[in-house]
């Protein structure tokens, strides 16, 4: 089992920035591929970031390309997401997901194919 917990949510207005984190524990964080997904109110849950264990490979969304930067630490086994230029259509619930691999390049984008799951962290950006 791995268990995940986000932070770092909040309000901001259009144009400002967060980092959420996602703390693992449970397993050896550095066997997992990493995701960061959203949804919003009526709508399903969509991909926003994914990278893989080594930390050298990462994929985006393109509605999040150039402004969002997805990190990990697998000394801290702490996943990241640095959102910077904020818009209110980013408003979203965010959760962090994880999944074992046998590659260090791989990455994972299906939320299908993610074995584990945070509670998400709300992330409101107003107008």
């Known amino acids: 089992q791995v268990q995940l917990v986000e932070s770092g949510g909040g309000l901001v207005q259009a144009g400002g920035s967060l980092r959420l984190s996602c703390a693992a524990s449970?397993?050896?964080?550095?066997?997992?591929?990493m995701g960061w997904f959203r949804q919003a109110p009526g709508k399903e849950r969509e991909f926003v970031a994914a990278?893989?264990?080594?930390?050298?490979?990462?994929f985006y969304a393109d509605s999040v390309k150039g402004r969002f930067t997805i990190s990990r630490d697998n000394v801290k086994n702490t996943l990241y997401l640095q959102m910077n230029s904020l818009k209110p259509e980013d408003t979203a619930v965010y959760y962090c997901?994880?999944?074992?691999?046998?590659?260090?390049?791989?990455?994972?984008?299906?939320?299908?194919?993610?074995?584990?799951w945070g509670q998400g962290t709300q992330v409101t950006v107003s107008s």
């Open positions: 997901a994880a999944k074992e691999v046998y590659g260090p390049r791989t990455v994972v984008v299906p939320s299908t194919a993610y074995t584990y």
């Open positions: 449970g397993r050896t964080f550095s066997n997992y591929a």
């Open positions: 990278i893989s264990v080594s930390g050298g490979n990462t």
